[in-house]
């Protein structure tokens, strides 16, 4: 399965909005650091980890978070690994 | 680090108790010692032998037959700065010298507004299994443990016949030493350099997981013969001697209670109102729900103890009733 | 009214979770209650039919008022006039007219189905059950006259447990948002909670602290290496090793595993590590983990989870809130490298968690760059010294240093 950058992205959000309901990943910016923005601890990043890995049916691995510090990042990897 | 290798001397209850007093005499000046043919004859239970011979009638003094006047005696050689041991021959005696103790000894240090302490220790032989009849074998020690102002401590084995007096000797208030009867031929093993022990914690006297079994005085030894008895069945007993009766050391008892959950209190007084109703009113209040049975007495028979070998047994706490009470609450 | 905590006299009821006529049973979730520190869920104290709710959701009421009304399964529903006089669902009492659950007495009552008729049960085995969530009614007692003790719960435990195997997480009820907003401001109440219950362990517990730093190499690596055989839905941080490793060391040293009352420590017979849970909206929360020492470091770290995402919705148990028996409290993920906390009354110690930071460590006489904590324990000195919180913290780092024995 292929998916847009512009899926990814969505996901991305929707993600975030699952963990921190009134989270606006726009306001913060695409390459600010999502933990940091949204105040995510660890249980909440593994959380955010586990939606976008069901939702893209994509594999993540612990070696992959730093890659996912910012919405960039996590939407750049969504769409390499599910291309 | 070396240990010191430990040396041992055969001996008896009796003459580990002779020995404190030894000591007692030898290291303080004001210590002296009054009693019903304590000098002279040696003591009733001979506890005395000798003492006399050593230290001289001046600091080892017979006394009248009037336990009144000679417990209201050392009260007043307490108050005036000496350390008086004062010897009653038997707890029932006791009761002719009750209104001194309860009413001058545990009183006056409450009374003068903490001015005057009572440093005095009074010694009584208690309890019964010697065919010594109603008037010579009850166990008391039970009514002294309810009044405030006075310690009570009960030694069961040869380091705390040891070792107890002298700490009650320095205690700043008045002190009552129960000797159980039965206790006095017990002999053993004591360590030469045996000394002074603590009056303020019960004693662990064997490590189980199934039951605590509480006891003192007298009473230990039938207990630790009912925990090999039920060890052998299977159920490991964690016995607790009291050593101390008032105040009571409820933390060591609850602690174990908290691990066995279950609890059989053995005391050689009369069930009601007793020693052992204090115990397990205090493990109902503090563990009640770490309770896993309701917990038993052991105690002798409501009776006037009897003279008659077979029926003074029937009164008194057996091993075959401390078993039958222990297998009631772990099965 | 529940007492959820020893220091609560009033709640308000947020929401109703059953309706009048629904049948319950023990440990069912029966109203949400506001208690000022967070919202939790009250669950029923007895198996029944719900007669009447007695409280409307909004109003606040000290504790012990009656809450709702309940009758036992099998009883017609009590006609109104019958059943004027209160009766509370968490303490039936008798009361002259009024039926209460479980209505123990012999006559024409219908015994509930599942119940025990006259059945008893020890107080330890009670307890022991709450805790482990047996269901007494499927208990069979091997005392006198059917009794139930300790050992006939821990037997029907082991069997459930063998009948339950990972029931898939439980969906909890997502839809039910607070919708009837507490009189007060929650806000504040939950900050006056916490600055009173803060003012008094600062007020009475004599705190000593002890602090280390402990290499997390093996851990992480250990992690590493596991996680990656581990869907991500299963995989485990490094928070929930420490408090695995934390549950451990604190049943090895049990003076710090308690609580202070009446001028004397009194030890807590099973570990229930309280977790810190920083809520949104500014309340701080401390629920269990119960028996935390006895799980396994996977439902240590579900537990953990679930907790965590509970906690935030407000649906804390009554249990975890009251049980509490030694706390962590991990602010690595707010980014600070040291916690230097605040003890919990009547709690008599607490761990402090830091970030994990990567600092140059020797090792074998060389100079290397690790993953390491700094654990910091706050102790009461009244119930133990710094020897005794030295011993625990040593303890941990050895713990932590074999995580593939936690």
């Known amino acids: 399965m292929t998916i847009t950058r512009e899926q990814a992205r969505d996901v991305v959000e929707r993600a975030v909005r699952r963990i921190v309901p009134d989270a606006d990943v726009a306001s913060v910016g695409d390459d600010a650091d999502l933990r940091a923005a949204f105040e995510l601890d660890s249980l909440d990043f593994l959380s955010f980890v586990e939606l976008l890995a069901t939702e893209t049916g994509v594999r993540i691995d612990e070696d992959d978070y730093p890659e996912l510090t910012t919405a960039t990042g996590c939407t750049d990897l969504l769409v390499r690994r599910a291309g | 680090m070396t240990t010191a290798p430990v040396t041992t001397t055969e001996t008896t209850y009796r003459e580990a108790l002779r020995e404190a007093l030894r000591e007692a005499l030898r290291e303080d000046d004001r210590v002296f010692l009054m009693g019903e043919d304590v000098g002279s004859y040696g003591g009733c239970f001979a506890v005395t032998l000798g003492l006399l011979e050593e230290f001289g009638p001046e600091r080892v003094r017979d006394t009248p037959l009037s336990e009144s006047t000679f417990v209201g005696a050392g009260i007043g050689a307490a108050l005036g700065g000496m350390r008086p041991i004062v010897e009653i021959m038997t707890v029932n005696f006791s009761m002719l010298a009750l209104d001194q103790i309860l009413n001058n000894a545990a009183t006056l240090l409450h009374m003068s507004g903490g001015q005057l302490n009572v440093p005095l220790v009074i010694r009584m032989t208690t309890g019964a299994g010697r065919q010594l009849a109603a008037q010579h074998s009850h166990s008391l020690e039970g009514w002294y443990a309810h009044i405030p102002g006075l310690k009570v401590i009960a030694p069961a084995t040869l380091e705390d016949a040891r070792g107890m007096l002298w700490t009650a000797l320095q205690d700043p208030d008045p002190v009552l030493l129960f000797e159980h009867g039965s206790l006095y031929n017990m002999s053993g093993a004591l360590a030469t350099g045996a000394g002074h022990v603590d009056i303020q914690r019960a004693a662990v006297r064997r490590p189980g997981r199934d039951l605590t079994l509480v006891s003192y005085g007298g009473s230990l030894s039938t207990s630790m013969t009912a925990a090999d008895e039920l060890s052998a069945g299977g159920i490991e007993v964690e016995v607790i001697d009291l050593r101390v009766l008032r105040p009571l050391d409820d933390a060591t008892i609850m602690e174990s209670v908290r691990r066995t959950h279950r609890a059989v209190v053995v005391d050689e007084g009369w069930r009601s109102g007793s020693l052992a109703a204090e115990v397990s009113a205090r493990i109902t209040e503090q563990c009640f729900f770490e309770l896993d049975a309701p917990v038993e007495r052991v105690c002798s028979a409501e009776v006037p103890m009897p003279y008659a070998k077979h029926l003074e047994e029937a009164a008194l706490p057996q091993v075959a009733t401390v078993v039958a009470a222990a297998r009631k609450v772990v099965s | 009214m529940p007492s959820l905590g020893a220091d609560m006299d009033a709640g308000t009821l947020v929401e109703w979770l059953v309706r009048a006529g629904d049948t319950v049973h023990r440990g069912d979730p029966m109203a949400v209650v506001d208690t000022d520190k967070s919202a939790i869920e009250v669950e029923s104290f007895d198996d029944g039919v719900v007669e009447a709710l ?167 690596e250990w992690l590493r290496r596991t996680n990656r055989e581990r869907s991500v839905a299963e995989r485990i941080v490094p928070a929930a090793a420490v408090l695995k490793a934390a549950a451990l060391a604190a049943r090895r040293h049990p003076g710090l595993n308690g609580f202070w009352v009446d001028d004397a420590f009194v030890p807590a017979p099973e570990v229930h590590l309280g977790v810190a849970v920083h809520v949104r909206d500014g309340a701080l929360v401390a629920p269990a983990i119960h028996r935390t020492a006895d799980l396994s470091l996977p439902e240590v770290m579900a537990a953990l989870r679930d907790l965590v995402s509970r906690a935030r919705a407000g649906r804390l148990r009554r249990a975890e809130m009251a049980d509490p028996t030694l706390t962590v409290t991990d602010l690595g993920d707010q980014g600070v490298e040291e916690v230097i906390g605040v003890i919990y009354p009547p709690q008599v110690a607490l761990l402090g968690v830091g970030r994990v930071v990567e600092r140059p460590w020797a090792v074998d006489g060389l100079l290397g760059v690790r993953p390491t904590v700094r654990l910091t324990l706050s102790g009461d000195h009244r119930a133990t010294d710094g020897a005794t919180g030295a011993r625990f913290l040593t303890t941990l780092d050895e713990l932590l240093q074999h995580p593939e024995e936690l």
């Open chain 3, 54 to 220: 007695l409280v409307e959701p909004g109003t606040r009421v000290a504790v012990g008022t009656p809450l709702a009304r309940l009758v036992a399964v099998g009883m017609t529903v009590a006609a109104p006039e019958q059943s004027a006089a209160p009766a509370a669902a968490s303490r039936p009492a008798p009361s002259p007219g009024q039926v209460v659950v479980p209505a123990p007495s012999p006559g024409p009552v219908v015994v509930p189905v599942g119940g025990r008729p006259g059945g008893r049960v020890s107080p330890y085995a009670r307890r022991l059950a709450r805790e482990l969530g047996v269901d007494l009614d499927r208990v069979s007692g091997s005392g006198a006259d059917g009794a139930v003790h300790a050992e006939d719960v821990l037997a029907a435990r082991a069997t459930t447990t063998e009948q339950v195997p990972d029931s898939p997480a439980v969906e909890e009820p997502v839809a039910l948002e607070s919708s009837a907003p507490p009189a007060r401001s929650a806000r504040s109440a939950r900050r006056e909670t916490i600055a009173a219950l803060m003012s008094r362990a600062k007020r009475e517990i004599p705190h000593y602290y002890v602090a280390t730093t402990v290499d997390l190499h093996a851990l992480t």
